[in-house]
Nanobody, 126 residues
Framework: VQLQASGGGLVQAGGSLRLSCAAS????????VGWFRQAPGKEREFVSA???????????YYSDSVKDRFTISGDNAKNTAYLQMNSLKPEDTAVYYC?????????????????WGQGTQVTVSS
């Protein structure tokens, strides 16, 4: 499966962005999807994950730093996952990557993912 992340940009603190992760090559419905980010000089870190975009009862996961501000979701018909980011802070500035896996557990760990998108830049100004 090929992943294309988009939706990044420059936004003021307190603003919102919605990132998209479009899949091609295979249906996304059988995959778990995660979002990770990497700021300059820092390691890649987990942001959020969903166990399936095709099931309303799918499990969702968030890092403590984004919980209650970010929401992960998906549209099975569009083969796309989303990350709605609200109340953005300057510390959210990073390149955001989406990733996909057939695993159902360990979705908080980058090593669990087999497919990665190219990343989209999010910059939050103070």
């Amino acid at each position: 499966v090929q992943l294309q992340a988009s939706g990044g940009g420059l936004v003021q603190a307190g603003g919102s962005l919605r990132l998209s992760c479009a899949a091609s090559g295979r249906t996304f419905s059988t995959y778990g999807v995660g979002w990770f980010r990497q700021a300059p000089g820092k390691e890649r870190e987990f942001v959020s994950a969903i166990s399936s975009i095709s099931w309303s009862g799918a499990r969702t996961y968030y890092s403590d730093s984004v919980k209650d501000r970010f929401t992960i979701s998906g549209d099975n018909a569009k083969n796309t996952a989303y990350l709605q980011m609200n109340s953005l802070k300057p510390e959210d500035t990073a390149v955001y990557y989406c990733a996909a896996t057939l695993r159902r557990y360990g979705l908080e760990y980058a090593a669990s993912y087999d497919y990665w998108g190219q990343g989209t830049q999010v910059t939050v100004s103070s």
